[in-house]
């Protein structure tokens, strides 16, 4: 029995890092449309209440309250 191993191809560094990268910015994405849609449709809130840090403030403190 022989066992032949292929050649392991070696991926560039540049490669990865964009891989990475773009896996990073669609999940910021994703994070961002379901803030949108969750508060402003489901909500019915202003558009401009999603940017604003006291919303998060207030959605950190209910999550996590004691």
Same mark, same amino acid.
């Given at each position: 029995?022989? @066992?032949?191993?292929?050649?392991?191809?070696?991926?560039?560094? %540049?490669?990865? #890092? &964009?891989?990475?990268? &773009?896996?990073? #910015?669609? #999940?910021?994405?994703? #994070?961002? !449309?379901?803030?949108?849609?969750?508060?402003?449709?489901? !909500?019915? @809130?202003?558009? $401009?209440?999603? &940017?604003?840090? $006291?919303? %998060?403030?207030?959605?950190?403190?209910?999550?996590?309250?004691?």
């Amino acid at each position: 029995m022989r @066992q032949d191993k292929k050649p392991v191809k070696k991926r560039s560094g %540049w490669i990865i #890092l &964009l891989r990475i990268f &773009l896996i990073l #910015l669609f #999940l910021g994405l994703a #994070l961002f !449309g379901g803030a949108v849609v969750g508060y402003v449709v489901l !909500g019915k @809130q202003d558009f $401009s209440d999603v &940017l604003e840090w $006291s919303t %998060w403030r207030h959605v950190f403190d209910l999550v996590f309250a004691p």
